[in-house]
């Protein structure tokens, strides 16, 4: 029986074509060789023609072609199947030919899926029967390529097993090639470097970020697991770093959200030695329950965010930030305690003279021990650090009462100005604060400069019941320059009463945190009138919270003034030694109404 011959070709007249195998393994190319010096060249190779030019291209058969011309020389007759196929249908018989003959490298067979997913316009249905392959094959291959071009190429030269890069691929980009350095250099086998890979690995259960955004991440262990054999298992960032950015993210978005709680929000970190200290009105290391509502309007009183592994996100509350003032209330709370229960047991034993120590009990006490006997409580004095915000707020208030005061009391308001000349603190006044004040009692003008023509001019026009009032402004303005110190002094020098200046009002309650208002509403008396309405209001947002705050039935907030709003009284040499019928005419207690009158108009003259 006869057959059709077989087309040849000249080895000469054939190239190389697109083949996706880029690694020739010496050992098999030599087995190969010697099965063609034995036997001859069995199957024909695959060939297309080139246009233009009177040679072909290899499709499919190239090992075979090397082998062939490397043996028999180019002049050797190479039996041909020769085929008009594109690109695309080139590539994919190639890679189905080197598939199914000498095993091409998973790396390999990754760049030529990549290049036919994109022909196909990312149709991956397509492109698996294109090539033959399952969809999960060609997602196995594709995954690949989140190796590094060093990795795969080490991958592609049998330097690594597929193991190995399959465990690459989900470690970021800038870290696989230092770890394949390492793999090369020690022979470590894809079971140690599963384990090492997983010391790193974040889980992401104990994430505190929205982890939806890891379903398609390449560094997510569960999209491996679910195509790889080898993987560090599912629920794992590979990806430590942008791990833990994001969960600082998370973590200063809770922090944040805390700062209109607390007056401190501390973010722990790993290496920061931070040691909470809690702060509670009972217990062991209690300070009292009106301590306590103290604290809780202090500078230093805050809670503290988790950074840490294993607490990511977790909050701390009710702790103390000053752990010397700490240690003092305590051992002050200790101290009471100790007492109180001393004179109760003595109370019960002499029940008599209990009875007669209750009637002098005001004289009897210690300072700051509020009738132990009758209870068997101490009770204490509570104090607290005032935050800087409102010692801010604060000052610039006393500033503004120093000024009406000045303004209303002209004759203590002229021996200010005179002590200030004296003591060499004429610098004190404030042209800027005296220019405003000007404008209100004489009208608006152009502003004024160093050279005193316009401004002389403009005085000189002053009727003769604006002069007073002009010079008491000018005095008045000192309220603005002289210095903390000073400004008390003064402040008690004018007898100016907190009562009649301080104002209730949102922009007020408003510098304060959730915790600083809770103990500012239990100092004066506003969480008692509020009663159980409080704790809803206080569970709320605050500014429903200081809505409520503001519009309690009854609370008497004219002349309710908080003891940080209060300046420090003082007897100085000035108020002992004042004029007495100064004091007389002008001492702010008792006033009339028309005096009250006068007062405000001189608030709103300096603003």
Not at 81 to 109: P, Q
Not at 408 to 421: D, G, K, N, T, W
Not at 519 to 535: I, Q
Request: with cysteine; glycine share 8%; net charge neutral.
């Amino acid at each position: 029986m006869t057959h059709p011959p077989t087309p040849t070709l000249p080895i000469s007249r054939i190239v190389p074509g697109n083949n996706p195998r880029e690694f020739f393994d010496p050992v098999e190319m030599a087995e190969l060789e010697e099965g063609i010096r034995a036997v001859g060249l069995i199957e024909p190779i695959v060939v297309r023609p080139i246009p233009a030019n009177d040679l072909f291209e290899i499709v499919a058969g190239e090992r075979r072609w090397r082998a062939a011309k490397n043996f028999f020389g180019d002049a050797y007759a190479m039996p041909v199947v020769i085929k008009d196929v594109s690109d695309a249908g080139d590539e994919a018989m190639a890679l189905i030919e080197n598939h199914h003959r000498a095993a091409m490298s998973a790396a390999e067979e990754a760049r030529v899926a990549q290049r036919q997913l994109l022909r196909n316009h990312g149709d991956k249905v397509e492109t698996a029967a294109g090539m033959g392959w399952t969809p999960d094959v060609l997602e196995r291959r594709l995954a690949l390529l989140a190796c590094t071009p060093t990795v795969l190429g080490a991958l592609t030269k049998r330097q690594i097993q597929l193991g190995h890069a399959e465990l690459l691929s989900g470690v970021p980009p800038d870290m696989q090639d230092r770890v394949l350095a390492g793999l090369l250099a020690h022979k470590v086998p894809v079971a140690v470097l599963k384990a090492q890979l997983g010391q790193y690995a974040r889980r992401l259960g104990d994430a505190i970020f929205d982890t939806m955004q890891c379903a398609a991440c390449p560094h997510n262990s569960t999209r491996q697991a679910g195509l790889f054999a080898d993987s560090i298992g599912e629920g794992y960032c590979q990806h430590p770093t942008h791990f833990d950015e994001l969960t600082q993210q998370a973590v200063d978005a809770k922090a944040s959200t805390l700062c209109g709680e607390y007056p401190v929000v501390h973010v722990i970190k790993a290496g920061d030695g931070f040691a909470p200290l809690h702060v509670s009105a009972e217990g062991e290391l209690g300070v009292g329950a009106e301590q306590y509502a103290a604290c809780q309007g202090c500078k230093s009183f805050g809670c503290a965010v988790s950074a840490m592994p294993g607490s990511y996100g977790a909050v701390t509350h009710s702790l103390c930030f000053d752990a010397a003032c700490n240690s003092q209330k305590v051992a002050r709370w200790r101290k009471a305690s100790k007492q109180a229960a001393q004179q109760a047991l003595v109370n019960n034993e002499n029940p008599k003279t209990a009875k007669r120590d209750a009637q002098h009990a005001g004289r009897r006490q210690a300072p700051g021990l509020a009738n132990a006997s009758a209870d068997r409580k101490p009770t204490l004095r509570p104090a607290n650090q005032t935050p800087q915000r409102v010692i801010e707020y604060r000052i610039t208030q006393w500033r503004k009462w120093l000024a009406a005061a000045l303004m209303a009391q002209p004759a203590r308001s002229h021996r200010v100005l005179i002590a200030l000349v004296l003591a060499g603190r004429g610098s004190d006044l404030r042209a800027t604060q005296f220019e405003k004040a000007f404008a209100k009692i004489a009208g608006p003008g152009r502003s004024f400069h160093a050279d005193p023509r316009e401004p002389l001019r403009r005085a000189n026009q002053l009727d003769a019941d604006q002069v007073g009032r002009v010079v008491q402004a000018a005095i008045a303005s000192a309220a603005f320059g002289v210095d903390t110190t000073n400004l008390e002094l003064l402040l008690n020098y004018l007898e100016v009463d907190e009562a009649r200046c301080f104002r209730w009002d949102a922009t007020f309650l408003d510098l304060f945190t959730m915790s600083e208002l809770e103990s500012l509403a239990t100092e004066v008396g506003l969480k008692a009138a509020m009663g159980a309405s409080f704790k809803a209001a206080r569970a709320g947002k605050k500014e429903a919270f200081i809505k409520a705050l503001l519009n309690v039935a009854g609370f008497a907030y004219q002349g309710t003034v908080p003891a940080f709003m209060r300046y420090p009284r003082q007897a100085s040499d000035a108020t002992l030694d004042r004029d007495e019928d100064c004091a007389s005419s002008e001492r702010p207690e008792g006033r009339s109404d028309p005096e009250a009158a006068d007062e405000r108009e001189a608030q709103a003259a300096v603003g």
